[in-house]
């Protein structure tokens, strides 16, 4: 295994990486290095060069070669991850599969399309629905983030309530093992029990069991009709409550997001969307269905049992201009809370839908305690919450509140039957509470699977197992 | 590992295996031995001893004692399985699952079921109907079959078009590892990304990595409405072609099960159900919506795309008795071809559904040159179609081309970019096509896999993979 960070590669190394890629495509340059340093979180680590590949045959070279030399590799999409999972923490190389972009087929016959693994999620959704088809999952960083991210995260976002994450579309990869072996997995077809289920393995390994380089998703009709509705509750409980309602009704919308007062606040400062600043929490749905009709009385339904959990008002978007506003409104959270305070700290939690009211009432409880301000927010249709410790890391004693804030918030979804962890990641964040999550057994095996895809340790090592070290 | 057969166990192994279970639930008569070595394929192999648990405590015991004495394990759910999985080929232990029997609990909070591997299929979808959920795989065998053997297997059925295979469903397993440890991977909540999708690497893998002793599966609203259609057209393309158009129409059917005519009249021998004899083939749809209106403009819709395509009749089930008279139809076929020859190999090929009616043409060029009756009937909306020969094992010449001609097909499928298994699984019946099916790199890491699981390779082995012996 690798310990530490190297100080300097070989020149020899250099060497055979450009004679791999072409010089233009091996970055050396100290601006280069700080360029590929982050992803979406406050950690950054340097690689020692970064490389920019166009096809599997190269990874696989430089995959061999990283092995030769026990060099780390870090494999890189668009860097808006949210666990450090693409930080190149041991340095080494940078695999950055920006240059891997193009979308090489949309199928409408079976409804898949063919990816490289630097499409942006947005762009391939955009492609799709141009030919009537749809691509559901969409982190709020859909702009931004590549479809490789999104496999290796196993990403999510709002309209995972009625569509399902990033794993339910993925009908086939191309992979390069760690090893540098080039396997396909999977296919077209709907239905494969042909030995063991691989193509799942890699979705949500972030990178360390192997580098996707083609990608066939799954696309499904595109819906017709798109509604979006706004309830206005006191209290996050009554929202809460409601959502838990609506579920248990039979009805689906695609999204019920919610968030707290703090969080409207901070989006309504940052990017005002006429949200109402009182309110105690609010929850955006969107419904969607093939039948005008239908949506129209699914969309009542919803409203009225809003109603009667206490909302104070239920408005719906009025044109697609008024739908598109509170959903940037929506995906505007994250960097609206990052203004607040120098530095936040993003979980991820996830728990069964029945205990959100409990883990809201938790999480309320924690925030008083440590005296922190916790905005909550997230896929509450889901059970995925993403309570924000809004912080400032230059101040020590702060830090260690929010420390034990994070870690009591784990151990509560845990205690609650839930995860650390529902579509950001374990990556570095979260990596030393794995052992509390799921047991040493289960870690242990987790950790023999990775060795016999990677046995000299070299790809994205360091992350996802725990190792003893807070990387906060 | 393990090789060839042992020809008895020592007496201490039975005697420990009766400390663990009691001597009721260890099973040693010559009877017993028949009764537990076969399933639905013709393949027969008598285990050692038969020992049935009531729970993973004692499963850990038993792989435990195993591991000690090299002893062969073969887990078993119903034996309904159609490749072999369950067949206790290297003798030793029958792990038999039935008396773990019980739905542990029906959470409608948060729509799921906790089972133990033993249920019913069907009787876990009548209990969850009673308050209004859905469990919506439907292998063919459901009324035999055990949820455990379907988690083994990734059982299918005609529902999947639209609900999705068995993995689909899986939130949560409880698994006794081959070496004894008992892990708790997923759980009741919908997002996980935290570590490696352990669960869906359990399901389909043949009972080779782990025994599932409790499983969470999700459940969905059971939809109000229900209708089945039955089209006759002159050909199997025609009727290979409307089911591309339908598809591609947008419209989404929950089945579309295709027969051609030998299954047609097969099926009417057995248990007459008033189908078409004089039809090249006929397709049966199964229609499913929350708003009766939808339905019906739905399934004339359906119809119309059929009539376009050549069909000489469209004919809509009147009432529920008459739905339930050509579901069992459909579910009558695989025991009416048993009945037409002494033996039938029955294959499972899965190809992109574009590709139906090239693979239907194939088949029919096969069946031809090899002058063997192949009745194809299956899943055609997914693609996943069931070619079964029909033979007689005793004459040998016969048996040489119904492995020629299950080569060819299965060569067919995969140059159509489909797969040898579609619901069905490897076991033994397909093992030595893997290599042909997913190259030799994925084979070596799936045995890799397998060898950290099961360092001894007591649990199932000799399934799944190829070793160069034909088990037909």
């Known amino acids: 295994m690798i310990e530490g960070k190297p100080k300097t590669l070989p020149p020899e190394v250099i060497a055979a990486l450009q004679a ?16 590929y340093s982050y992803d979406a979180t406050w950690i950054e680590s340097p690689p020692q060069v970064v490389v920019l590949p166009k ?13 030769r030399y026990k060099i780390p590799v870090a494999p890189r999409g668009a860097g808006s991850g949210l666990s450090g999972g693409s930080v190149p923490q041991q340095g080494g190389i940078a695999l950055a599969l920006t240059l891997m972009n193009r979308i090489l087929e949309i199928d409408t016959e079976n409804s898949v399309a063919v990816v490289e693994p630097g499409v942006i999620t947005f762009a391939l959704q955009k492609a799709v629905e141009k030919v009537g088809l749809f691509y559901p999952p969409d982190p709020s960083s859909l702009k931004q983030s590549a479809i490789g991210g999104n496999i290796a995260e196993n990403a999510g976002g709002a309209r995972c ?31 494969i029990a042909t030995g063991y289920n691989l193509r799942h393995l890699f979705v949500g390994a972030e990178g360390t069991l192997g580098i996707v380089t083609r990608i066939t998703l799954k696309l499904i009709p595109l819906p017709k009709y798109k509604r979006t509705a706004l309830a206005t509750f006191p209290t996050v409980e009554s929202a809460s409550v409601a959502v838990t309602q609506i579920m248990e009704s039979g009805l689906l919308p695609a999204s019920i997001e919610l968030m707290d007062n703090l969080t409207i606040r901070c989006v309504e400062e940052f990017k005002p969307a006429g949200l109402p600043l009182d309110a105690g929490a609010l929850l955006l749905f969107a419904l969607d269905s093939n039948y ?21 008002s239920v408005r719906v978007a009025a044109d697609d201009s008024e739908n598109d506003k509170l959903w940037e409104a929506r995906r505007a959270i994250s960097p609206a809370l990052a203004r607040r ?4 700290l993003g979980e ?21 305690r440590y005296k922190l301000p916790i905005p909550v927010f997230g896929h509450a249709g889901d059970g995925n919450l993403h309570p924000n410790m809004l912080c400032d890391r230059r101040d020590p004693q702060e830090m260690e509140r929010v420390h034990a804030a994070a870690t009591e918030i784990f151990r509560l979804a845990i205690r609650l039957g839930g995860t650390l962890s529902g579509e950001h990641g374990i990556g570095l964040l979260k990596k030393e509470f794995m052992l509390e999550a799921l047991g040493a057994e289960q870690v242990e095996l987790m950790r023999r699977l990775k060795s016999i895809f990677d046995p000299n340790g070299i790809l994205n090592s360091g992350k996802l197992f725990p190792t003893g070290e807070n990387s906060w």
Request: aromatic share 2%; net charge negative.
């Open 161 to 191: 309530l009625k569509y399902g994450v990033t794993s339910d579309y993925v009908r086939a990869l191309e992979v390069v093992l760690p090893t540098g072996e080039i396997i396909h997995t999977g296919g077209k077809m709907v239905k």
């Open 292 to 312: 005008e009709q239908i949506l129209l009385s699914e969309t009542e339904a919803v409203a009225q049992i809003c109603r009667e959990c206490g909302a104070t």
């Open 20 to 35: 791999i890629t072409g010089t233009e495509r091996t970055l050396t340059s100290p601006e280069d290095m700080v360029a």
């Open 348 to 368: 991820d939690i996830s728990v069964p839908r029945s205990a959100l009211p409990e883990l809201v009432r938790g999480i309320g409880e924690i925030s008083e």
């Open 55 to 67: 096809n599997a045959t190269e990874i696989s070279e430089v995959l061999k070669l990283a092995n």
């Open 341 to 344: 305070r120098p530095n936040k």
